[in-house]
């Protein structure tokens, strides 16, 4: 016997039998959202004399995010940016040092091409000289032979 059994389908019912069968894809349905309080207003008048809340001023529902992540004492807060700072201040004496490597190699790049720079004028008139020298050689010789 077969594992599962199919029912039996004429072929005039078909069609419809078939369709019995399919699911109706439905769409997928949110959940309902639990009452939340309102945030209020921002605005504040000016009558008021206290306007900075204190930390012991907030009053958070357990579920609700703000109460579950962790708070930090000023001591911690103070702490974290005093390490921050020595940090940033690390970080760019780094950067300064740094800075100062690439220009003194730009300087003694400078140094270097100014030296060739020299060099190559002086071979480039030494290089004339011959140059006009043997001209003045081969015309000679060549003018005492006629």
Same mark, same amino acid.
């Given at each position: 016997? %077969?594992?599962?059994?199919? %029912?039996?389908? &004429?072929?005039?019912?078909?069609?419809?039998?078939?369709?019995?069968?399919?699911?109706?894809?439905? !769409?997928?349905?949110? %959940? /309902?959202?639990?009452?939340?309080?309102?945030?209020?207003? $921002?605005?504040?008048?000016?009558?008021?004399? !206290?306007?900075?809340? *204190?930390?012991? &001023?907030?009053?958070?529902?357990?579920?609700?995010?703000? =109460?579950?992540?962790?708070?930090?004492?000023?001591?911690?807060?103070? !702490?974290?940016?005093?390490? =921050?700072?020595?940090?940033? *201040?690390?970080?760019? /004496? $780094?950067?300064? !040092?740094?800075?100062?490597?690439?220009? *003194?190699?730009?300087?003694?790049?400078?140094?270097?091409?100014? /030296?060739?720079? *020299? @060099? @190559?004028?002086?071979?480039?008139?030494? $290089?004339?000289?011959?140059?006009?020298?043997? /001209? $003045?050689?081969?015309?000679?010789?060549?003018?005492?032979?006629?």
């Amino acid at each position: 016997p %077969p594992p599962h059994p199919r %029912p039996q389908q &004429d072929s005039s019912s078909s069609s419809s039998a078939a369709s019995l069968h399919e699911e109706i894809p439905q !769409k997928p349905r949110r %959940p /309902k959202m639990t009452s939340r309080k309102s945030s209020g207003t $921002i605005i504040i008048p000016r009558e008021t004399a !206290k306007v900075e809340l *204190n930390r012991s &001023d907030e009053v958070f529902d357990e579920d609700d995010a703000r =109460a579950m992540s962790p708070r930090r004492s000023e001591q911690d807060l103070e !702490k974290m940016g005093q390490d =921050a700072r020595a940090q940033l *201040n690390e970080h760019a /004496k $780094i950067l300064q !040092k740094s800075l100062l490597e690439i220009f *003194n190699r730009i300087e003694a790049v400078k140094e270097e091409h100014d /030296k060739l720079d *020299n @060099n @190559n004028k002086f071979l480039q008139k030494y $290089i004339g000289d011959l140059m006009s020298t043997s /001209k $003045i050689t081969a015309t000679g010789a060549s003018g005492r032979k006629k």
